[in-house]
């Protein structure tokens, strides 16, 4: 086939196909190889200059669901979680989703003073035991990792910030942890320095147990970036609206009314988040 196809990102950037980026991210997800060549071709059976990531992700989607669910919904969160881009600023909502899941109060895109500069943190989040800061590390292609350079600059800041008390919820107190949580994967030098420094770190499959993959699957919170039957712009609506899983939809498919999605559309929408999450336990 043709290797010089543009084709269009979510952001509305274009880049050219490269059908071994296709291979990797099925390949990642665990996918059969019978699946691999299925999808392969039927992609660039219709591969056409302009064609969407959005298109060549659906037709991967329907046709990875055909061999297994479990890997076809193992691949839309991958896929879903660098949809929450282009800006990080969604994904820092998506880790406060996950600190809220285990009992903490959360916000978002705070200035904190520590003992010589301030500093931007993502995500704050307490409970009447703990006080926890967040980085979080958003990537717009599966293949960029977080490296020993983030790691080591997540420990300056921890070690700036470590003397000053703050106060959230009412406590006045200093922070017992600083996380580094990543929407891909770490080095594995990045691994090593945060291990040796007690750095609490969360990536796709970091740790081996308990990594951000588990959790999502095992807590129901699938993004809404894994729903096929919404566009980007109804999908990046509903984020704004504080809609970012699957299972907030469930719980408010009143939502979709206001980003214009109706009737048996809607239906549709809230079946498949509700298929999304039962076959992604």
């Excluded at 296709?22 to 997800?29: E, F, I, P």
């Excluded at 665990?30 to 037709?59: H, L």
């Excluded at 909502?93 to 285990?102: D, E, L, S, T």
């Excluded at 807590?219 to 809609?243: A, E, M």
Aim: charged content about 30%; some cysteine.
């Amino acid at each position: 086939m043709n290797h010089l196809i543009s084709i269009v990102k979510s952001d509305g950037t274009k880049q050219l196909f490269e059908e071994e980026k296709l291979v990797t991210s099925l390949k990642r997800v665990g996918a059969p190889q019978e699946a691999i060549d299925e999808i392969v071709d039927e992609v660039e059976k219709n591969m056409r200059d302009g064609m969407t990531t959005e298109e060549i992700y659906r037709t991967a989607f329907n046709l990875l669901r055909k061999h297994s669910h479990h890997t076809a919904v193992k691949y839309s969160i991958r896929r879903a979680l660098i949809e929450l881009g282009p800006d990080g600023f969604p994904f820092e909502k998506f880790v406060a989703k996950v600190f809220q899941f285990w009992g903490y109060q959360t916000i978002t895109d705070q200035t904190v003073l520590g003992k010589c500069i301030t500093h931007e943190v993502d995500v704050v989040a307490w409970n009447a035991e703990k006080l926890v800061m967040v980085e979080a590390k958003f990537h717009h292609e599966l293949n960029i990792k977080s490296d020993s350079k983030v790691a080591l600059y997540i420990e300056a800041r921890r070690e700036d910030l470590a003397g000053t008390d703050f106060d959230y919820g009412g406590i006045k107190r200093k922070i017992d942890e600083f996380w580094l949580v990543t929407n891909t994967k770490f080095t594995d030098q990045a691994i090593t320095y945060g291990e040796c420094n007690g750095l609490k770190m969360l990536g796709w499959n970091y740790p081996s147990h308990g990594n951000l993959h588990e959790i999502i699957e095992k807590n129901s919170l699938h993004p809404i970036t894994c729903i096929t039957t919404l566009t980007h712009q109804q999908k990046k609506d509903l984020i704004g609206r504080g809609v970012l899983t699957c299972a907030d939809l469930i719980r408010e498919p009143q939502a979709l009314d206001q980003v214009g999605v109706k009737g048996e559309d809607a239906k549709k929408v809230v079946e498949e988040a509700q298929i999304i999450i039962k076959v992604g336990k």
